[in-house]
């Protein structure tokens, strides 16, 4: 499949941002400035959001300024890609549920379950790609969306650590799955995320298979993850893939 990187531009924090293509899959690559080949990080935010979307962007710029490649994909039925009928008639059902207030787990599963199935082959499509280009090396981490973390750390031997947030839907095959991720696991919690029943996501920490795993848990709502979890993730990272 052929890889094309489309632009190029130096940010002020010394690293490099190039846009790409793989065949039909877009995606963005951050790289620090290196004489040595660096770890790659794949990230990923939740349920399919843009790669594009501005916290992504931020968390991918940190972690590439402290020495990872990072890169991030609109991989299918995500970001900018095509969506289908039944993901858009799944959306327009979640909106009118939430507003009315009605339960909605069942429609997460009717959504977000195709999406991870869908988006996979495209993220291991990309993982191939980008550690054939000079400079980025293994292992391999993996952040941000869990349900699509749970099913990549199964599949993908090269995964070598993930952080994940807890505050997407994860569907129930990837809750039986979390039994089988044994990689080391760092799972970020907001106690008051208005979204994610709090006893859910301490359940999903018990259930995942890892011997070393770590839940940290902070005070706020879904957005107010603090900044500097952001770092102590550049931190977990770097005792596992450096």
């Known amino acids: 499949m052929d890889f094309t990187f489309t632009t190029e531009r130096r ?5 490099t941002e190039r846009e790409f293509t793989l065949g039909e899959i877009p995606g963005t690559l951050w790289t620090p400035e290196s ?5 790659l990080i794949l990230m990923a935010h939740n ?3 843009p790669k594009a979307e501005p916290r992504l962007v931020a968390r991918a710029r940190l972690s590439a300024a402290a020495g990872y490649a990072v890169a ?3 991989a299918a039925g995500c970001g900018d890609r095509p969506r289908s009928a039944a ?3 799944a959306r327009a059902e979640l909106r009118r549920a939430m507003r009315a207030g009605e339960p909605v787990d069942d429609i997460f599963e009717s959504l977000v379950g195709p999406l991870v199935e869908q988006a996979v082959p495209d993220w291991r499509t990309a993982l191939d790609a980008l550690l054939d280009l000079p400079g980025i090396t293994g292992p391999v981490g993996y952040s941000g969306w869990t349900a699509l973390g749970i099913r990549l750390a199964v599949l993908e031997p090269r995964i070598a650590a993930a952080g994940f947030f807890a505050g997407g839907y994860v569907p129930r095959a990837q809750r039986e799955e979390a039994r089988q991720v044994t990689i080391p696991l760092l799972l970020l919690l907001q106690w008051d995320d208005e979204g994610n029943p709090r006893r859910r996501a301490l359940d999903l920490f018990d259930d995942f298979g890892s011997k070393e795993k ?3 848990a902070n005070l706020g709502g879904h957005l107010g993850t603090p900044w500097f979890e952001r770092e102590d993730g550049d931190r977990f990272f770097g005792r596992h893939l450096k």
């Open 11 to 15: 940010l002020e924090d010394g690293v």
């Open 35 to 39: 004489a040595a080949p660096v770890p």
């Open 72 to 74: 991030a994909i609109d």
């Open 87 to 89: 993901a858009e008639q």
């Open 47 to 49: 349920n399919g959001l």
């Open 214 to 216: 770590t839940l940290h």
